[in-house]
Structures are given as structure tokens and as C-alpha cells.
């Protein structure tokens, strides 16, 4: 009898662990994906890559799958998706559609932003690369809900981000890397295009010409504060990721440190920059005394001019005054 009342002691509380194991795990199994598929996107303009249904068909019951077409469209998906308590946030486009929800999202979720899973779409996919996030947006979605509905947990990875005038990113420059995109982007998207207009400026630069990418800009330039002694600038290129896509690594410190960025402020000759491109590539330090770089927390730039700079991919335009700050961290979903 001592046995058998010590048996049916114990039935209630085992009974109990093995309810509240269950729900545990179909809790990880129901977690929500968020997805906001961007219809601009390169990707999706295309018809045969229409995204219609497909989302929804692999993630099932684990995703809500929103399209959008603006900025305003993402404030509202950011509303809902906070009132449905969405566990993960999926943007699907490339790193412009990206930078572009961070920023509304993190005003409705005061900062405070549910974990991004990278469903690549887009021209430029940097953050994802610098990841290591392997496949397009399908398999991406894949592996992650697959994950989550074996119990598993989604392992994640913090990044900084760059704020400048409100607006969050992980890759900024102006003078040569803006003008660099804005000529990529005037003839055309595609990587055979883009590897020869790399080839075709090497090649400008270490043969002396002068032409408008290498035009640079004048004023001063404040890292931290302090002056740099330069007037004339190349070009400015800083980032949180260490990648700016087609295997060039330069900004090996974006994430030496939290709160801050990695910024490089080239003063040199084309060609003299031109000779160094194996160490961009590479991630090596260019030893030259008008080639600073360093890992800080606020960069001020004031030009003689109007100018034109990229976040994340995306050009706009500073009257001549701009200032970047260290932004919000962002935890991002590496599956």
C-alpha cells in the first residue's frame, strides 16, 4: 500500500511536467513569422519570380505574410504585426527594403524590435552575406520554420546600425561610392554590368582620367569630434557590416565594438586607391596618410556642396551637412 500511495503521489506532478513540456513546445512550434514582401524589390518586379501564395505555402500556419509597396503600408504591417505580438519579423527584399523597416518599425515598437529573419530579394543582400545566411528567401523561410516546428530554437546574432537624421542602416557613403551606385544603377542592374564597371573604373583610375566618379567632394570631415586635417575627400564608406558586396570586405572593424561603426575617409588618388583594391578586398588596413579609418561613434561631414550619399544601397541627397550616428542594435535570426 506505502508503494502504491507513493505512486499516485507522484502521477499529478508528472502528469503536470509533461503538460507544461508540451505546451512548451507548441509554443516554439506556433511561434509567428512576420513577413513584409516588398513589391518594389528587383526581384519581384520580375513576373516569374511572383511571390503570391509562396510565402504562405511553405510557413503555414508559422507566418503572416503582408505586401507592401510603401513606406506608409510598412507603418501599418509594423501596427498589426505589434497587435498580433508577431515572435519574428521577415523582410523580403534587399538591404534598402530592410533599412526601410528597421526604421519604421523600431517607431511603433519603440526600438524595441522583434528578431529579423533576412528573406533575400533584393540588388544588394550585405547584411544577409555578412550573416553567413545561405540560400534565397524560400529556403531561408524554410529552414526557419522547420526549426520551429521541431522544437528548436532560431539562433541569433546582434548587429549595430547607423542612424542619420532618424533613419537606421548598416552601410553609408557619399562622394566615390555614391557615385559608383548611381552609375550602376543608371545602366542597369545586373552582375555582369556591375563586374564591368569595376573593372572599367581599376582600370580609369590607374590610367590617371578624369571622370565624374572620381570627383570627390570638399569640406571637413569629424570623427568623434576630431578634425580630420584633410579638405579634399575621395570618398567616405562606413558600416556596421563588413561587407559592400562582390567579395570586397574593407570595413573589417564594423563590429570591433558596440555603439560604434567602422569609417574609412579616402583622400588618395584614384590610381593610388586603385593599386590597393586587392587589400579592400581583402580587409587589409591601407597604410597612407590620407586613408583614415577607425571604429567610432559619430561621423560629421560638412561640404562645400550639395551632395549625394547611400544608405544601404539607396541614394539621397544632404545639402551639405550630415551627421551619422551609432543607431539601435538589431538582433538578426542566423538559420
Request: hydrophobic share 40%; with cysteine.
Amino acid at each position: 500500500m506505502c508503494h502504491t500511495k507513493n505512486t499516485v503521489d507522484i502521477l499529478p506532478s508528472l502528469s503536470v511536467a509533461v503538460n507544461n513540456l508540451l505546451v512548451k513546445n507548441k509554443e516554439d512550434i506556433m511561434k509567428k513569422i512576420g513577413i513584409i514582401v516588398n513589391l518594389n524589390s528587383r526581384k519581384y518586379k520580375i513576373q516569374k519570380n511572383n511571390p503570391y501564395g509562396v510565402f504562405e505555402k511553405i510557413g503555414g500556419d508559422n507566418v503572416i505574410v503582408k505586401y507592401t509597396r510603401s513606406i506608409e503600408e510598412i507603418v501599418d504591417v509594423a501596427k498589426e504585426f505589434k497587435k498580433e505580438s508577431v515572435d519574428y519579423i521577415a523582410p523580403s527584399g534587399g538591404d534598402g527594403t530592410l533599412h526601410h523597416i528597421i526604421t519604421q518599425f523600431s517607431k511603433v515598437y519603440n526600438k524595441n524590435i522583434p528578431p529579423l529573419l533576412i528573406l533575400k530579394g533584393g540588388t544588394m543582400n550585405n547584411v544577409a552575406t555578412s550573416i553567413q545566411l545561405k540560400g534565397d528567401a524560400y529556403a531561408i523561410l524554410k529552414r526557419a520554420v522547420d526549426t520551429l516546428k521541431r522544437g528548436g530554437h532560431l539562433s541569433i546574432v546582434t548587429r549595430n546600425t547607423m542612424d542619420i537624421n532618424g533613419n537606421y542602416c548598416f552601410l553609408f557613403g557619399n562622394g566615390l561610392t555614391a557615385d559608383f551606385l548611381d552609375t550602376y544603377y543608371s545602366i542597369g542592374k545586373n552582375y555582369t554590368k556591375l563586374t564591368a564597371l569595376i573593372v572599367n573604373s581599376i582600370y580609369a583610375a590607374l590610367a590617371n582620367k578624369n571622370i565624374k566618379l572620381f570627383r570627390g567632394f570638399d569640406g571637413t570631415v569629424l570623427c568623434d569630434l576630431v578634425a580630420l586635417p584633410q579638405k579634399h575627400f575621395l570618398s567616405i564608406l562606413a558600416g556596421t557590416v563588413e561587407t559592400i558586396g562582390m567579395g570586397f570586405y574593407p570595413l573589417f572593424r564594423a563590429n570591433e565594438k558596440d555603439g560604434a561603426f567602422h569609417v574609412i575617409a579616402c583622400s588618395m588618388k584614384p590610381a593610388e586607391l586603385a593599386r590597393n583594391v586587392i587589400k579592400l578586398k581583402k580587409g587589409k588596413n591601407i597604410k597612407h596618410s590620407n586613408y583614415f579609418e577607425k571604429a567610432i561613434s559619430k561621423l560629421e561631414i560638412h561640404a562645400q556642396e550639395p551632395f549625394m550619399y547611400t544608405m544601404d544601397g539607396d541614394l539621397y541627397h544632404s545639402n551639405g551637412t550630415l551627421t551619422v550616428s551609432a543607431g539601435i542594435p538589431v538582433h538578426l535570426v542566423a538559420v
